[in-house]
């Protein structure tokens, strides 16, 4: 039986739909599915969003991925994004997205997903997909866009002036400096529109005086 799902369900990562299609000849899929997590030929990591076991797949499942599916519309963001593009140092256990709607957590058998909200108005800019060959794709913050909802989640962080930003970023976040430098200002300064966030217009500023085309001045 799980051979013959292996071939229907050809990604690692699927869904309640996907796995009742592959059970369609069965007469009673949910029966069958219940014995696959028992066996643990599958993995329920929530409701609805399944892995295959560890017996039975076929490349590692993607965490990147399954981010997206379990809570969505979302990308990925924030301090894993910042990781994923080599921007911070340290390894981010959760994967962080933003979503419309309410901020939430979900503890599952393969970590942790934290989703924070975002305004209507900010979200749709700044996003890329990152393609696998498998044919499997995720929605992931631009660098620039993955710094503007780190700083803007950042609520307790009071930059009023340049110096302040660049302290906030080199000393709080540990951003690497020559990947900060490589940050395009004009995506920024219109992230920070979209925000409407004085913060992320003085981070713009920052970064074109980081890389030559603006005085250094406040």
Known sequence: MVEELRTRVAGEEFDYPALLDGLREYDRPRDKITSLLRQHAIVRVKKGIYVFGER?????????????????????????ALHYYGLIPEGVEAVTS???????????????????????????????????????????????KALADKIQADRGAAIRTQAEMKTYLLDSLRIDPEGLARLNAKTISLIADHYRSRKLRLLSRLIRRLGGKEPDHE
């Open 56 to 80: 039975y797949k076929r490349r590692p499942f993607s965490r990147e991925v399954l981010a997206n599916m379990i809570c969505g519309p979302s990308y990925i963001s924030l301090d894993y």
């Open 98 to 144: 933003v979503i419309l709607s309410r901020g939430r957590r979900f503890f599952t058998p393969v970590g942790l997903f934290i989703y924070r909200a975002v305004p209507v108005r900010a979200y749709p800019i700044g996003i890329d997909q990152v393609e696998f060959e498998s044919g499997r794709s995720f929605l992931i913050a631009t660098p620039e």
